[in-house]
């Protein structure tokens, strides 16, 4: 899954959990997602039973499927991951993450 399939997904768990409808072309302002990507995306979980919609793709909803998506994403692989240049800057910030965020004590050898 896509660094931008992931933010919407979890926007739209967001917004239902707190009460509001997730309306993609807000997400779609507020992100600086253009909205045709948003649609693909849409149609895309419609075909794997995530979401769905009435009259506008960018007016739909997740699925019961599709919320369950979002509480258990699917691991990608190495080579998936750095397949893309996204996945490959997602990758990056992970890794600066561990180094920043690491333990000085946890480098030390206590044998």
Excluded at 19 to 42: H, M, S, W
Excluded at 73 to 82: A, G, H, N, V
Excluded at 87 to 107: F, Q, S, W
Aim: proline letters at 5%; one cysteine or more; charged letters at 25%.
């Amino acid at each position: 899954m896509k660094p931008d399939e992931q933010m919407l997904l979890d926007w739209m768990q967001t917004a239902v959990k707190l009460g509001d409808t997730p309306y993609v072309r807000e997400f779609c302002a507020y992100a600086g997602l253009n909205q045709k990507r948003a649609a693909y995306i849409c149609e895309k979980w419609v075909d794997k039973g995530w979401y769905d919609y009435g009259v506008n793709v960018l007016a739909g909803w997740l699925t019961e499927k599709g919320m369950e998506v979002v509480q258990n994403p699917p691991s990608r692989t190495f080579e998936e991951l750095i397949a893309t240049k996204e996945g490959r800057a997602e990758m990056i910030e992970l890794l600066i993450d561990r180094v920043v965020n690491v333990n000085p004590n946890d480098l030390l050898d206590n044998h």
